[in-house]
């Protein structure tokens, strides 16, 4: 049993595609009137996972449903209700959490992984009323922060394009991690590279994510060695010091206190997640992800040319679709976590199935699947970069959904639009190959790809990536945007 338990964390760790579809398949073969080829990504996978009981969703409408539910501790019996899906046996599970639970709570689920790493306060970790309070808070403290910080990130992407030579040959996740980091510590403690604090920061907060993600998750401290655990709790403890002396010189009038509805010591722990390595990775992800369509589609003409085509006033729609589909086929965090609180019966929306989950198991929703859905998108693992040119079209859940919503999803979307926008005013052409078939099904150029493909050709965790570099050829800078056009 516990061999079984480490076999199927690794398999889930090394890669949740293949994990839930050998699972599917699997149950196919013992269960053949269970599982269709057409169902099978609607179905609800069992597993044990790091010695727990977990539950893998990929239906967009059930998925859409308990994340409705994990916003509300309430429940209701009428049949606009986000908790509707759902009939209920209430049992307690003798976990608590400051401002009640919801039904589908967050903290639970998420402290064995987060809570000696993002300590409290982090909105993260909260539910129930003490959740819905801070975050209209924070709401508002963020409501102007993309505008406020989008001239900002448009001068640090011009000057991080300008180092690209014409003819070398540059690894873009890697390339666009960097600028992750110079956007990241730029607009949230206005930080350049070339400040002392900036590459501590860096530093520390790899260590702190590689201690967060340890298969080995015990703190160990000895004269000639530590875990990576306890490495990972030093970063935090060095970071909350220089994140507090950071925030602490910004003027109450800097873009993000400008609001006052969130107080330093409040911001500066917050901070260690806005800052956090697993933040840089995420922006990095689906900026590889949008720039890799815009100028590597195999298409007559690329995307960024049509793009650019169209005048400047009418760019919008065109740019935002393309981004709103990069952000449903290959969002940059596979699923979040859910603890259940009470007894349920989940029904599948599409079936009549009713599948039950006692309290105190964990909801795994794979949303890289419920983006994926047959039932709510045509062609759905197929990009189309015009989709979302219907306004009426379901978006992704790149960034959640309902109230739990990811606090820095307005401000990642408008990172990324900005980005793409300055390379496309820029004219700048990249030549480049994506061959690998898993990188190809990640996008959404090829379909039917197989499981195995998505394990040897792509890192799914913590973040969404290629395992092997993309390597791309700058051709041409416009010198009239302000990026010289540099030779090698």
């Given amino acids: 049993?516990?061999?079984?338990?480490?076999?199927?964390?690794?398999?889930?760790?090394?890669?949740?595609?293949?994990?839930?579809?050998?699972?599917?398949?699997?149950?196919?073969?013992?269960?053949?009137?269970?599982?269709?080829?057409?169902?099978s990504r609607q179905k609800i996978i069992e597993a044990s996972?790091?010695?727990?009981?977990?539950?893998?969703?990929s239906s967009y409408q059930l998925c859409k449903s308990i994340l409705q539910g994990s916003g509300t501790a309430s429940e209701g019996a009428g049949p606009s209700d986000a908790t509707s899906t759902f009939s209920t046996e209430i049992k307690d599970t003798g976990e608590s959490t400051g401002g009640g639970l919801d039904t589908f709570a967050v903290g639970p689920a998420y402290r064995q992984l987060m809570a000696d790493f993002f300590p409290p306060p982090n909105i993260l970790l909260e539910d129930g009323d003490l959740h819905a309070r801070n975050k209209d808070r924070w709401k508002q403290q963020l409501s102007t922060f993309p505008a406020d910080v989008t001239p900002l990130t448009r001068d640090i992407t011009k000057e991080?394009?300008?180092?690209?030579?014409?003819?070398?040959?540059?690894?873009?996740?890697?390339?666009?991690k960097d600028l992750s980091w110079k956007i990241l510590l730029g607009i949230f403690l206005n930080l350049d590279a070339k400040d002392d604090a900036y590459s501590t920061i860096e530093n520390a907060q790899e260590s702190l994510l590689r201690g967060q993600f340890s298969l080995f998750?015990?703190?160990?401290?000895?004269?000639f060695w530590q875990s990576p655990r306890s490495k990972g709790i030093k970063a935090r403890c060095d970071l909350q010091t220089i994140?507090?002396?950071?925030?602490?010189?910004?003027?109450?009038?800097?873009?993000?206190?400008?609001?006052?509805?969130i107080g330093k010591d409040e911001m500066s722990s917050h901070c260690l997640l806005f800052t956090s390595s697993i933040a840089n990775k995420a922006l990095?992800?689906?900026?590889?992800?949008?720039?890799?369509?815009?100028?590597?589609?195999?298409?007559?003409?690329?995307?960024?040319?049509?793009?650019r085509s169209h005048p400047a006033e009418h760019r919008g729609p065109l740019l935002e679709s393309i981004l709103l589909e990069t952000e449903r086929l290959s969002p940059p965090v596979v699923g979040v976590m859910r603890r259940l609180q009470k007894d349920m019966k989940l029904s599948l929306p599409e079936?009549?199935?009713?599948?039950?989950?006692?309290?105190?198991?964990?909801?795994?929703?794979?949303?890289?699947?419920?983006?994926?859905?047959?039932?709510?998108?045509?062609?759905?693992?197929?990009?189309?970069?015009?989709?979302?040119?219907?306004?009426?079209m379901p978006r992704g859940f790149a960034f959640g959904f309902g109230n739990k919503t990811c606090l820095g999803s307005e401000i990642v979307h408008q990172i990324v639009s900005v980005v793409a926008t300055v390379m496309i005013d820029?004219?700048?052409?990249?030549?480049?190959?994506?061959?690998?078939l898993g990188v190809k099904g990640w996008l959404g150029w090829e379909t039917g790809v197989p499981p195995s493909a998505f394990a040897s050709d792509l890192k799914q965790l913590p973040c969404q990536r290629p395992r092997k570099p993309v390597l791309v050829n700058p051709v041409l800078v416009n010198v009239g945007s302000g990026l010289a056009d540099q030779d090698a």
Avoid at 49 to 57: G, P, Q, S
Avoid at 295 to 307: D, E, G, K, Q
Wanted: with cysteine; aromatic share 6%; charged share 20%.
């Fill in 217 to 223: 998750p015990v703190a160990v401290n000895m004269p």
């Fill in 243 to 261: 994140l507090r002396e950071q925030v602490e010189k910004q003027l109450p009038s800097c873009p993000l206190l400008r609001q006052q509805k």
């Fill in 284 to 307: 990095a992800s689906l900026l590889t992800a949008t720039i890799i369509n815009l100028f590597l589609l195999p298409s007559p003409t690329p995307l960024a040319a049509i793009v």
């Fill in 426 to 436: 820029a004219d700048i052409t990249l030549r480049g190959d994506v061959s690998d």
């Fill in 351 to 392: 079936t009549e199935e009713r599948h039950h989950v006692q309290a105190g198991h964990d909801v795994w929703l794979y949303l890289a699947g419920a983006n994926r859905d047959p039932t709510i998108f045509s062609d759905a693992e197929k990009f189309v970069f015009d989709r979302f040119m219907d306004s009426d």
């Fill in 49 to 57: 996972i790091l010695n727990r009981k977990v539950h893998i969703i």
């Fill in 1 to 39: 049993m516990v061999l079984s338990t480490l076999n199927q964390s690794f398999a889930f760790h090394a890669s949740p595609e293949s994990f839930i579809s050998t699972r599917l398949q699997d149950l196919s073969i013992t269960n053949p009137d269970l599982v269709s080829a057409a169902a």
């Fill in 160 to 176: 991080h394009m300008s180092t690209l030579r014409k003819g070398s040959s540059i690894d873009l996740y890697e390339n666009l």
